[in-house]
T-cell receptor, first 112, second 114 residues
Framework: AQSVSQHNHHVILSEAASLELGCNYS??????LFWYVQYPGQHLQLLLK??????LVKGIKGFEAEFIKSKFSFNLRKPSVQWSDTAEYFC??????????FGGGTRLMVKP | DSGVTQTPKHLITATGQRVTLRCSPR?????VYWYQQSLDQGLQFLIQ???????AKGNILERFSAQQFPDLHSELNLSSLELGDSALYFC?????????????FGPGTRLTVL
């Protein structure tokens, strides 16, 4: 079975700082990769997804992620964070049957 | 707003009781997924239904069951509740006919077992 690891459980940044959240998965075959965001008190929303093609994926709100197959990684990046990016971020993979396997999440706090 | 609705928003009950959580998928979506989000276990897949049939099962306890009705809404039944069942229960939906579809999540039902 596949698994997903998010190494940073809590991240605190100041506004305008750059962000990189790590995500590694374990599965040897073809995967679909996702980053979801959960703002305080809200439901999960899709930030971006990778199925195939260009490994650098651009999502909403200035986020991007790079799929590096050799490293089994799909790290999330944003050049300059804002206070409104304070949320919990989840990396997820989908192999077969459409179920999503989520990482443990990373809580990001952006200080104004 | 994802188009997925869940009721109730909050549920407080006692150990040993039984509750039913309801989910209405986005219009046109045939597949419904249930996930449990708890502090110790994180976000875990419970079960998937596609057009009324169970399609996949994850870490769902025997005390839990689900079904999807002809109008495609789904219910998750939790019985003999324990303190550890306190969690946020999310429903998600998509077309279900391809693994390339993202899942759209509802607002969740927060269950508190006292």
């Amino acid at each position: 079975a596949q698994s997903v690891s998010q190494h940073n459980h809590h991240v605190i940044l100041s506004e305008a700082a750059s962000l990189e959240l790590g995500c590694n998965y374990s599965y040897g075959g073809t995967v679909n990769l996702f980053w979801y965001v959960q703002y305080p008190g809200q439901h999960l929303q899709l930030l971006l997804k990778y199925f195939s093609g260009d490994p650098l994926v651009k999502g909403i709100k200035g986020f991007e992620a790079e799929f590096i197959k050799s490293k089994f990684s799909f790290n999330l990046r944003k050049p300059s964070v804002q206070w409104s990016d304070t949320a919990e971020y989840f990396c997820a993979v989908n192999v077969a049957g459409n179920m999503l396997t989520f990482g443990g999440g990373t809580r990001l706090m952006v200080k104004p | 707003d994802s188009g997925v609705t869940q009721t109730p928003k909050h549920l407080i009950t006692a150990t040993g009781q039984r509750v039913t959580l309801r989910c209405s998928p986005r219009s046109g979506d045939l597949s419904v997924y249930w996930y449990q989000q708890s502090l110790d276990q994180g976000l875990q897949f419970l079960i998937q239904y596609y057009n009324g049939e169970e399609r996949a099962k994850g870490n769902i306890l025997e005390r839990f069951s689900a079904q999807q009705f002809p109008d495609l809404h789904s219910e998750l039944n939790l019985s003999s509740l324990e303190l550890g069942d306190s969690a946020l229960y999310f429903c998600a939906s998509n077309g279900g006919d391809s693994s390339y579809n993202e899942q759209f999540f509802g607002p969740g039902t927060r269950l508190t077992v006292l």
